[in-house]
Structures are given as structure tokens and as C-alpha cells.
């Protein structure tokens, strides 16, 4: 089992920048990828940004050229730093974790944190 805890959401501004970060313990050894999805409100949840171990990353369109994505394995740690947020990116966002591939196969999930851009 692979445990995951986000942290860093919260409310700002459009254009503003906010940074989220997962922790994940426990067989972290099995794991391939990890990654940040988000679901807003009637929407389904989507990949948002993923990187492996070896550091392959994918983005999607959305956020290609705002949000960058970074894994720290020392610290077991993932972060998804988000730039000129616009108020459409304002979703719930889940750490994931892959044993398997950069874009599919994600079965270990965190509790999610709110990211709201509002003036």
C-alpha cells in the first residue's frame, strides 16, 4: 500500500501562483509515477501534469507552459508548482501514484486539496 498527503491549496487571486506538494510512505519502492489530476464541480477528474521516477514528465495542454511539475525521491515528494492560475483552474486537485505508467494506472490516491482562483 502506498499512503499520499497533499498540501498547499487554497484561494488566489487569477494570475497569482500557488505550489502543492504530496508526501508519499509507505511501499514506495513499487511505485513507476506520480501525479496531480483535478475534478471541478460537474466535470470529470483529469490528468493534469505526471513524472516518473526518471524524471519523463507529461503535462496536459491546459497547463502546458504554467505548471510545472517536480519529484524530490530523497523526500518522497512530488510538487506541482502552478503559475498565472486562471479561475477555470479552480478544481479539487488529487496526488496519484502509478506502479505502472506515466498517464494511466494510477491507483493510490490522496484526499484532495482545494485550489480556488477568484478575485
Known amino acids: 500500500q502506498v499512503q499520499l498527503v497533499e498540501s498547499g491549496g487554497g484561494l488566489v487571486q487569477p494570475g497569482g501562483s500557488l505550489r502543492l506538494s504530496c508526501a508519499a510512505s509507505g511501499n514506495i519502492f513499487s511505485i513507476n509515477a506520480m501525479g496531480w489530476y483535478r475534478q471541478a464541480p460537474g466535470k470529470q477528474r483529469e490528468l493534469v501534469a505526471a513524472?516518473?521516477?526518471?524524471?519523463?514528465?507529461y503535462y496536459a495542454g491546459f497547463v502546458k507552459g504554467r505548471f510545472t511539475i517536480s519529484r524530490d525521491n530523497a523526500k518522497n515528494t512530488v510538487h506541482l508548482q502552478m503559475n498565472s492560475l486562471k479561475p477555470e483552474d479552480t478544481a479539487v486537485y488529487y496526488c496519484a501514484a502509478s506502479r505502472i505508467a506515466l498517464t494511466h494506472g494510477y491507483e493510490y490516491w490522496g484526499q484532495g486539496t482545494q485550489v480556488t482562483v477568484s478575485s
Open positions: 513524472i516518473t521516477s526518471g524524471a519523463s514528465t
